[in-house]
């Protein structure tokens, strides 16, 4: 996806809101709208170093393009992979069940499915998009995040390489990956039409696991110059005892997360506290989601005590995030460590 393709803006103003997180319970409250006369906008933590959030219903590139330099330190997103998946036509074309890049997957357990991207039906040219797409925004990230920031990007294994070349050609360094165990419905399929001809075969593995790329922007010097100067440079341990690791077992949000933020690809609480919280070492900075969907990195790192700003494009999703952050904020974690106060 290029900006281009973006899920056109109405004409009318973005809108643009903040509030202040409250520390031990991760309750948002204080929420005020940006653009009202007495909104004010916040740059850097409210003065005594209270988590805050931002969320802003606009382009993530508009937004980045506008940014100060060195203002964010970390970002933690799930980007839009299918190029096409979020405009409007390919929405209606979910909503009516009526195919387009997003497939219903086989009901063998008898339960309705939400629609996946099909992402195995992207052309040559597509591919291109998709890399030009994450060349544009690794470079527009690199000059807004402090030296030592990171970058934790979901992604998947059939397009992973269009995220990772562009981002360090841009000049991020690769530090790992993390593999978030998952059941998807990817994969695993016999021949189509020649099921029964092919029944030994299959064409795709099912995967059973979703990778994030992790990058850091370069630190200066070594890293614990750059985490004394900028706080940044290193991942925050689960404990003294448990440095955070690159295999986590999260299942996809489901019950009360999925009815609170019915968005398609939304991302579970218990993945995203761990991820916000490893992301700032000294839990201090900003976490940037320039992608945020329905909010659930910012209600991770609300409900984690830490400061984050999210952006959205798409109206719907916008108006969702406003009223999901607080309350997965607000949901207990089912079972994940590091990060879930
Ligand atoms: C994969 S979804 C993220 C969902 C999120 N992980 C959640 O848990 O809700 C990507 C989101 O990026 C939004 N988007 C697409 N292009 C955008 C752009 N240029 N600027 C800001 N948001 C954009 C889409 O509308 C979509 O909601």
């Known amino acids: 996806m290029t900006g281009d393709t973006a899920p056109p803006l109405r004409q009318r103003p973005l809108r643009h809101v903040s509030g202040l997180v409250k520390e031990a319970t991760g309750a948002l409250f204080d929420v005020r709208d940006l653009d009202s006369p007495e909104g004010g906008r916040r740059s850097g933590p409210a003065g005594d170093g209270q988590a805050t959030f ?7 590139f508009d937004w980045l393009e506008s940014a100060p330099a060195r203002s964010v330190e970390a970002v933690v997103t799930d980007p839009p992979y299918g190029l096409v998946e979020y405009t409007a036509h390919q929405l209606e074309k979910r909503a009516n069940g009526t195919g387009g890049v997003w497939r219903i997957p086989p009901s063998f357990d008898g339960c309705r499915r939400s629609p996946l991207p099909r992402f195995t039906v992207l052309t040559g040219p597509e591919q291109e998009q998709l890399a030009s797409f994450f060349t544009r925004l690794a470079e527009r990230l690199l000059p807004v995040l402090v030296p030592g920031a990171h970058v934790f990007i979901a992604t998947n294994p059939l397009v992973s390489h269009l995220v990772y ?28 039409n ?33 985490l004394r100067r900028w706080r940044t440079g290193g991942l925050r341990r689960i404990s003294a005892a448990e440095p955070f690791r690159d295999v986590i077992d999260a299942p996809p949000a489901r019950g009360r997360e999925r009815t609170i933020a019915p968005h398609p690809s939304l991302k579970p609480q218990r993945l995203m506290r761990q991820l916000v919280h490893a992301a700032l070492p000294l839990g201090e900075g900003t976490i940037l989601d320039p992608f945020m969907g329905s909010g659930s990195t910012i209600a991770a ?41």
Not at 54 to 60: G, N, Q, V, Y
Not at 171 to 189: A, H, M, P, S, W
Not at 202 to 214: D, F, I, Q
């Open 165 to 192: 070349g562009p981002f360090l050609a841009a000049g991020f360094e690769k530090r790992g990956e993390i593999i978030r165990l998952v059941q998807t419905l990817r994969g695993g399929d016999r021949p189509k």
């Open 54 to 60: 931002e969320l802003h219903w606009t382009d993530a």
């Open 301 to 341: 790192a609300a409900a984690c005590g830490l400061s984050s700003i999210g952006l959205e494009a798409n109206e719907e999703y916008f108006e969702l995030a406003l009223n999901a952050v607080p309350l997965l904020a607000e949901l207990p974690t089912n079972g994940g460590t590091g990060g879930s106060r």
């Open 194 to 226: 020649a099921e029964s001809e092919f029944d030994q075969v299959t064409v795709m593995p099912r995967s059973g696991w979703e990778p994030w790329g992790l990058f850091r922007k370069p630190c200066e010097g070594r890293v614990q110059d750059n």
